[in-house]
């Protein structure tokens, strides 16, 4: 499972989501669904200029931890 870790980034940055769109130019609705964890799709173009603006990496920004499996009977 992918984990979203925009919002406290952007929390512990004093980031708005309306300020963040407005630096990166991405849409308000952009940067409110990977606030709110509801995007299905990012593009690398996002990632890139979120990385820029809030100075972090992308495993920073996103983190894969493996579902665990329920044991097969």
Do not use: F, W
Not at 6 to 14: F, G, H, L, S
Not at 21 to 36: D, F, K, M
Not at 44 to 57: H, I, M, R
């Amino acid at each position: 499972m992918i984990v979203n870790h925009v919002k406290e980034i952007m929390d512990q940055q004093r980031k708005t989501i309306r300020g963040v769109a407005r630096e990166t130019g991405l849409a308000i609705n952009t940067v409110s669904g990977l606030y709110h964890d509801t995007s299905k799709r990012v593009d690398v173009e996002t990632l890139d200029k979120l990385c820029k603006l809030l100075k972090v990496n992308i495993g920073e920004l996103l983190e894969y931890i493996e579902d665990e499996e329920s044991p097969t009977v």
